[in-house]
């Protein structure tokens, strides 16, 4: 997600929100008092209800109005899983679980693959808050399977 700076022309104030998630990118427009009051950052996510949906030239976009509301999911919860892929590149390090991905940051990615190349297999008990890893409990490696 990506948030800009307020917006203000004579007549209104407008943040644009650039939203994402597996399905594809969509810019949502916050008007009025929702743009000035909106405190939401990049790596938060949000839970959007209630917006209008505008399509121009084939190019949908949303639309907050008096009914929007805004939730940031801020919980953590628990994780189980095989990592199924992993970018290892400094500045887009994440796993991918499930068919969800994670950011995580160096000091995870080293402690998963203490080589600096992907294996497959490796499986990962951890907490996440968003789509960030922010503590692991456990890691389990294919070749230290229980025999």
């Known amino acids: 997600m990506q948030v800009s ?27 009025g008092d929702m743009a000035t009051n909106l405190q939401i950052e990049a790596e938060q996510m949000v839970k959007i209800s209630c917006v209008t949906i505008d399509q121009y030239l084939n190019r949908c976009s949303l639309n907050t109005n008096p009914s929007t509301t805004v939730e940031v999911l801020n919980e953590e919860e628990e994780i189980e899983g095989i990592i199924d892929a992993a970018c290892l590149d400094q500045d887009m390090m994440s796993v991918l679980i499930e068919e969800q991905l994670y950011k995580v940051d160096i000091e995870v990615m080293t402690r998963l693959y203490p080589s600096g190349e992907f294996t497959p297999g490796v499986e990962i008990h951890a907490t996440v808050k968003g789509r960030s890893i922010v503590e692991v409990f456990n890691i389990r490696r294919p070749d230290e399977e229980n025999h």
């Open 5 to 31: 700076n307020l917006l203000e022309t004579p007549s209104s104030r407008r943040k644009i929100i650039t939203l994402k998630d597996p399905s594809g990118v969509v810019e949502m427009k916050a008007w």
